[in-house]
Every structure is written in C-alpha cells, then in structure tokens.
C-alpha cells in the first residue's frame, strides 16, 4: 500500500496563521490560501464587514458561485464536443458510403 506524502504548509487567512497538513505541494496550497484570503478581503471591502466569519460566509458563497458557473460551463462543453463529434462521426459515414470504419 502505497503512503502519500502530506507536507505542512504555514498559511495567513484572514490574519490569522494556520498550518495545513496535505499531499498537493506547498505551492498549489499557498495559491488556494492566498485566493480563499482575497476572496475575504473583498467580501469585507464590498459589503464593510468588520466580522471576520461574515466575510468568510461571503467569501464561500462567491467561491461556491463560481464552482458552479464553472461546472455548468464544463458541462455545456461536454455535451457540445459529444454533439460534434457524433455529427463528424455520421459526416464520415457518410462519406464513406454509409459503411462503418473497422474496429
């Protein structure tokens, strides 16, 4: 059985330090640390939060927005190159004079 190898990794969120135990490397978790952090500073400036829980609410809930959008988006995509590819699929086909390609 296989061990991952976890790191630590020391990050600020919101003012306060915190240290993260996980198996992407330290760069990957710094940058997700450092966009979870702009998110709450945002949400703070925007709506004027001074409550630290508020803004990591608000925060969650753009990050959540954005998950979703992206999924949508993926999913459109998904479904668009399925429908160009079964239609170059029936073009060749066709061109081929209706007999299937050779497996």
Excluded: W
């Amino acid at each position: 059985m296989s061990e991952t190898r976890r790191s630590s990794v020391t990050v600020r969120i919101a003012g306060e330090e915190h240290v993260l135990r996980s198996s992407a490397e330290p760069e990957y978790t710094l940058r997700c640390a450092a966009f979870l952090d702009e998110r709450i500073r945002e949400g703070r400036a925007h709506a004027g939060l001074a409550e630290t829980h508020r803004a990591v609410i608000l925060a969650a809930l753009s990050i959540t927005d954005r998950y979703f959008q992206a999924q949508e988006e993926l999913d459109r995509l998904r479904r668009e190159v399925q429908s160009r590819s079964q239609n170059l699929v029936k073009r060749i086909e066709a061109e081929l004079g209706g007999q299937p390609s050779p497996a």
